[in-house]
């Protein structure tokens, strides 16, 4: 990596529908190693919010520890930022996203964050659909304490060490399936052209969307041996479909032929093109979902892209019932039920 | 006397009018709650003051579980050991039931089997009623014969302690209004128990109530409503929580009060949230989250709950976001006994979390107070940044207690303490989210949201500079943590002031107590004073302890720490923070499980006094 970036910048620089440039959308350096799966990401988290045109400040980054919780400092740099307790995350984004409906809440996650310590919070925020992106910075290991197995990496997968792991691994895009997840994806830090426009389709989806980003580490496991390294998934991966993301009022321009491709409409009315599906599967159908899934896994393959969606799900807010304004935006007026309606109470009581 | 085995009246004690205690043993589950709630709430209504209690298992039917009642014209509502008269409703529990009740007292049993005689104490009178005679002979399904049960030995007191009929009659209106139709049946229940005591016993007892008013305007309801109406009024929009005996009515009530004053005319929707969490680490999670993005939200727990809090609780402290948790305290360690008494979570409250961290506590004795506190809890934890941890305990929170009526001053504002709007942001320069801009070491904050370009951070647990960039740089860190000692200190001028019971010191030995104790102590200084012993005391309300506090303990020669605990927490924070010499402080503890008793604190003072 490098420690001086450029300040010069074109003064002609692409700018998006509401005059931001990409430049807007970045945050500070990254101090993590060079080569880092997780760097690729962010790049991708600014490319994706730079194209959908979303007003930085009204997107509110959460993470919990690891060297994934780290990477909200390296994107976004005009938005608030929560790095909150290890594994912990959901609760605080759930907290968040109650008070306040209207912003985007983007969160990072790591596979120890996530599959071990945050297993429970990140179970029931599936459950609860909250409304979020949940990228996992997947890198099957421990890397801020120096390499140690996460709860993600393969049965067999050899660290750096030399050692094998001997258990089996956490599959966090089974488990989003199986808990009703609405939104559930897996990519390749290595591939931006998939996880692009994946990123912008868990943004404009309306309840919990996950993705799996399997992210090398390039200190601690990305040796042979290693089922996480760069080389291996290259040679693994597996995607349901190419796919291309169209926001909302835009013309779609290509056609392809039936049968091969498919489009979904999202909540917000951007639309999904997919194309060359995966046999048999199809991303609003849960049980071909997870058939595609294990199909892949049988056979040693590492299934990317859009796994499932479902498209038209209601948030939490919904669920609960709550005003359509903001509850951190409601005044006394409307919370202090007022000295009559005490006295009443008051005379209840007696 | 219509039993058969029941000895007759032995003893006789002198009258005892509105100075009695009535307990009730009951099967858990059996619907006595209520019928034992309209005989505390009769006597209430004929102006006696009245102090019921729960003592129940952690069981939801079959074990046994007490409600005691005591009477005190005097206006004691602290716990007093000795029953005067028991209900005994609970074959399981009877044995000790009987020897509970004190010599000369009463036991009111189910005589519709004969009493066996290990049950017959000499020194006793036995009322015998058969109440499930009376219920086989009038009521055909067996659910009635349970309830009416209860309702029907509520008839044989009222006759017994004089208890105004009509009272009963108007609480039955105010129970089953909608219900119209189901009052007569009780009414009648009621007459079934007043008829066989004028068939069967001379009555009044000796022991018996007479209309006084000495209630005025008072209110009767229980800690934990108060406080969840408290958070209602307070503004809390979002509440998280996970279900622990004694606090889950906290959040039951708010939902209760919040549908009523919260729900959107017109739209039907809540301008609330509410969410059972996973486990009280999610809850005090989405309290952070809530605070963080500018709502105000609040948790409510008992001791396991804290310890769960503990890591968020220190990230809130040192992040600086603002949070309100309730500690409805019961007995530990561990899961200790969950549905009793206790105030042992002051160490862990006051000190939650890793690293150097202290938290700001308010103690609430009575409704009103939790009411109040719960109050100014969100408007301090705004105002300071920081958790405020309102402890209460089971015996406050799930009895109901006697109280001044709550009130709210029609001027008051919340304070949202020191945010930044939009215009501020774009008319300042750069802002610095952890800058002690006004010299009191509270910094201001920013909501997400409020500005495309400025006041964006990025709020963290480790550490940072005052720009909220992160850095390991030693004198950065120091001056940080010293920012937080002075806010300490900024923090102790904002906390409610001790009460103080006299004018000016009277005496050499001062008595601190809080919470719950405040009961017994009140009554304990009464006692000891008809002993000649006058003591100072002072009711703390909050930690830190403002200056007041340790100018009592500086204007005493001893003084006495009273709580309910076993290692004298309180008396323990008091020498830690005020640094004072620990020989001048002398513990007065209950840890039973029960609450404090006069009795107990007369006894242990009294005992000190003797030996020093």
Redesign the interface.
């Known amino acids: 990596m490098t420690y001086i970036r450029p300040t010069f910048r074109h003064p002609n620089l692409p700018k998006n529908k509401i005059n931001y440039t990409r430049k807007d959308y970045e945050g500070a350096l990254s101090t993590l190693c060079a080569g880092c799966g997780h760097d690729s990401i962010s790049g991708a988290i600014i490319q994706a919010c730079f194209e959908l045109a979303i007003e930085p400040h009204r997107l509110a980054k959460m993470s919990g520890i690891g060297c994934s919780s780290k990477t909200p400092a390296y994107f976004l740099g005009n938005s608030h930022g929560f790095n909150s307790v290890h594994g912990r995350m959901p609760s605080v984004a759930t907290g968040a996203y109650l008070a306040n409906r209207d912003l985007v809440y983007f969160g990072v996650s790591g596979d120890g964050d996530t599959a071990s310590i945050g297993m429970g919070q990140f179970v029931h925020a599936i459950r609860r659909n909250l409304n979020m992106v949940y990228i996992v910075m997947n890198n099957g290991c421990y890397g801020l304490t120096k390499g140690q197995d996460s709860a993600t990496a393969d049965a067999g997968s050899v660290s750096k060490a030399g050692s094998t792991n001997m258990f089996n691994a956490i599959d966090l895009v089974g488990l989003g399936l199986e808990l009703g997840a609405t939104f559930v994806a897996r990519s390749f830090s290595g591939d931006k052209t998939q996880l692009i426009p994946l990123i912008k389709a868990a943004m404009s989806h309306p309840g919990f969307a996950l993705i799996d980003v399997i992210s090398p580490c390039v200190t601690f496991n990305n040796n042979t041996g290693s089922t996480k390294s760069y080389d291996y998934v290259r040679e693994h991966i597996e995607a349901t479909s190419t796919i291309d993301f169209v926001p909302t009022m835009e013309e779609i321009t290509t056609s392809y032929e039936e049968g091969d491709s498919k489009e979904v409409t999202l909540h917000d009315g951007s639309i999904l093109n997919l194309q060359k599906l995966n046999q048999g599967w199809n991303p609003e159908d849960k049980l071909s979902a997870m058939i595609a899934l294990q199909n892949a896994k049988s056979k040693g393959e590492i299934l990317t892209g859009l796994i499932y969606i479902e498209p038209n799900t209601q948030s939490l807010h919904e669920v609960l019932g709550t005003c359509q304004t903001p509850l951190n935006a409601l005044k006394e007026d409307i919370l202090c039920p007022g000295i009559d309606a005490l006295e009443a109470l008051n005379q209840s009581l007696r | 006397m219509p039993d058969r085995d029941g000895p007759t009246i032995r003893l006789k004690m002198s009258e005892l009018i509105n100075d009695f205690v009535v307990r009730f043993a009951n099967v858990n589950g059996t619907g006595s709650a209520s019928a034992n709630g309209m005989f505390a709430k009769a006597i209430f209504r004929m102006g006696i003051p009245v102090t019921p209690k729960n003592i129940f298992p952690s069981n939801i039917q079959g074990l046994p579980t007490w409600y005691e009642v005591r009477i005190s014209e005097k206006g004691y509502l602290g716990r007093r050991e000795g029953i005067d008269l028991m209900v005994s409703v609970n074959p399981q529990s009877m044995l000790k039931d009987v020897q509970s009740v004190r010599p000369g007292g009463y036991f009111m049993y189910d005589s519709t089997k004969p009493l066996h005689k290990e049950y017959i104490r000499e020194d006793i009178t036995y009322l015998g009623i058969p109440l499930m005679g009376i219920c086989l002979e009038q009521y055909s399904d067996p659910r009635q014969r349970q309830l009416f049960k209860n309702i029907i030995y509520v008839g044989a007191l009222s006759a017994l302690l004089d208890i105004e009929f009509g009272v009963l009659e108007q609480l039955l209106a105010e129970q089953f209004r909608g219900k119209e139709k189901l009052i007569p049946a009780n009414v009648q229940a009621l007459q079934l128990g007043v008829k066989y005591v004028k068939d069967n016993f001379s009555y009044p007892l000796d022991i018996r109530v007479e209309r006084r008013d000495k209630v005025g ?5 229980d800690g934990n409503g108060a406080c969840g ?1 408290g958070a ?4 809390a ?2 509440a ?1 929580w996970y279900p622990i005996t004694p606090s889950t009515s906290v959040v039951e009530k708010f939902e209760k ?1 919040a549908k009523k ?2 729900t ?1 005319k017109v ?9 059972q ?3 009280e ?15 105000r ?1 609040f948790t409510a727990t008992s001791g396991p709950g804290v310890s769960l809090m503990n ?2 609780l220190g ?1 809130g402290y040192f992040a600086e976001v603002p949070a309100v948790l309730i500690d409805v305290q019961r007995t530990g360690p561990s899961t200790g006994m969950p549905t009793r008494t206790q105030q042992s979570d002051i160490t862990i409250a006051a000190y939650a979390s890793h690293g150097d961290t202290k938290h700001i506590l308010l103690l609430p004795s009575n409704p009103k107070e939790c009411f109040e506190l719960t109050t100014d809890a969100f408007d301090l934890a705004e105002r300071l940044q920081t958790p405020i941890i309102v402890l209460t305990d089971l015996d406050l929170g799930m009895n109901d207690h006697m109280s001044e ?4 001053d ?1 001027e008051r ?2 304070d949202r303490g020191k945010v930044l709007s939009a215009e501020e942001l774009e008319n300042m320069g750069r802002f610095g989210r952890y800058l002690d801009v006004d010299g009191d070491a509270i910094p201001y904050r ?8 400025k006041g ?7 550490s940072r500079d005052e720009y909220a ?2 850095t390991e740089d030693s004198a950065v860190y120091i001056r940080n943590m010293e920012r937080l000692v002075k806010k300490w200190e900024t923090a102790k001028t904002l906390m409610p002031k001790p009460y103080f019971y006299q004018k000016k010191n009277m005496s050499p030995i001062g008595v601190i107590f809080f919470g719950t104790s405040t009961y017994s102590s009140e009554e304990a200084i009464d006692l000891l004073r008809e002993q000649d012993v006058a003591m100072d005391a002072m009711r703390i309300k909050a930690f830190p302890f403002n200056e007041e506090v340790e100018q009592f303990i500086d204007d005493h020669e001893i003084v006495y720490v009273i709580e309910q605990n076993r290692d004298a927490q309180m008396r323990s924070l008091l020498i830690n923070e005020l640094e004072i010499n620990p020989k001048k402080l002398i513990r007065i503890l209950n840890y039973d499980g029960m609450p404090i008793t006069a009795d107990k604190i007369v006894k242990e003072i009294t005992k000190t006094l003797v030996t020093t």
Do not use: C
Not at chain 2, 446 to 453: A, D
């Open positions: 305007n008072k209110i009767m309801i109406l209602v009024f307070a503004g929009t979002v998280a009060y004053f919260r959107d739209t039907g929707r809540k301008n609330y949230a509410i969410v969490a996973e486990d680490l999610a809850a005090i999670g989405m309290v952070i989250g809530a605070n963080w993005n500018g709502a939200s890591e968020f990230l009526p709550f009130e709210w029609k504002q919340y920013t909501y997400p949201g409020t500005h495309p370009t964006s951070y990025f709020t963290r647990g480790t960039v992160y």
